[in-house]
């Protein structure tokens, strides 16, 4: 297994098979690589036709999609689901798989009558084979990618694994396909791994595309000391970082919780002073005479006002 410099192309000798995902090292697909299927998953036609049309516009070799993997199951697809409650997204991927002729293989969970090209996954058969090869192999398959590598390993060759015809492939290459992140990507990234290297181990040179993070690990264990403990920026640094921090949001609450006793008490001052307007104003629309607006006037008093508020 391999990694070029970000931009090289990888053009080794014997059939290829290049296995294309999302991550923006699609971008720099081999299309001009011989003798190599490029094979493809869920939505991404829509950025595949997009290349189509741009390099047909240059007039540089078109490249064609050799088989198109759609495992995801009836509900996530949406094809039991009626059109006005489909997502724009499921409409048009569910329109672009109903277009799509015989001839190229979409390999789905099972055969669609309104998707001509719909091939039923040989799931079961894959995990028979390497089973029989791997006994303790359990059904191991996590990810789309983990079948499609699982899937080019067994063409062109036996039970055995050993090549049968010149169909077989001895390079898969892998661009766009991070399986970097921190959800689903955590337990997918090691499924595709080890089809990787059980594919190296039959002698298939593997390539994944630089910016990938397959292959890689945080640091060489116990020979490397782990980036997020070393350098300026470590983990124990940003950590004291933080308790410093948590120190002056404790002393800002309790600055807010002082401050918000005094405004209560300003809030409660300022409702008894407008009781006192609405009071007058009541009384001299009610004609009440001079001696109870003088008493009423004595609760106006400075003094008495700074009682209230203090």
Not at 205 to 223: D, K, M, N, Q
Not at 257 to 277: F, M, P
Request: with cysteine; proline share 6%.
């Amino acid at each position: 297994m391999r990694k070029t410099k970000e931009g090289a192309l990888v053009n080794g000798p014997g059939r290829g098979l290049c296995i294309i995902g999302f991550a923006n090292s699609r971008n720099e697909a081999p299309w001009d690589r011989p003798d190599t299927d490029f094979v493809m998953l869920n939505e991404l036609w829509e950025w595949f036709e997009k290349v189509q049309a741009e390099r047909k516009a240059k007039n540089i070799n078109v490249p064609e999609w050799h088989a198109w993997f759609e495992l995801h199951d009836d509900d996530t697809i949406g094809v039991r689901t009626s059109l006005q409650d489909q997502t724009p997204t499921q409409a048009g991927h569910l329109a672009w798989l109903r277009k799509q002729v015989k001839g190229k293989p979409i390999f789905m969970q099972r055969e669609y009558p309104d998707i001509p090209a719909s091939v039923s996954f040989p799931y079961e058969e894959l995990a028979a084979l390497y089973h029989e090869r791997i006994p303790g192999f359990n059904r191991y398959f996590t990810s789309s990618i983990g079948f499609m590598v699982a899937w080019g390993i067994t063409q062109g060759r036996d039970k055995a694994f050993t090549p049968t015809s010149p169909n077989h492939y001895t390079w898969i290459g892998l661009y766009g396909i991070d399986l970097a992140g921190d959800s689903e990507y955590a337990h997918q990234r090691p499924n595709a791994e080890f089809f990787c290297g059980f594919a190296a181990g039959l002698g298939i040179e593997i390539y994944a595309h630089p910016s990938s993070a397959l292959f890689r690990g945080e640091c060489v264990y116990g020979y490397e000391q782990p980036p997020s403990l070393s350098g300026p920026l470590n983990a124990k640094f940003l950590g004291e970082q933080c308790v410093t921090i948590k120190r002056e949001i404790v002393k800002c609450d309790e600055i807010i919780g002082k401050q918000t006793a005094v405004r209560n008490t300003l809030h409660g001052a300022l409702q008894a002073q407008e009781s006192n307007i609405k009071m007058l104003v009541d009384y001299a629309k009610r004609g009440v005479g001079q001696a109870n607006l003088a008493k009423t006037s004595e609760l106006l008093t400075p003094a008495a006002i700074e009682r209230q508020v203090v």
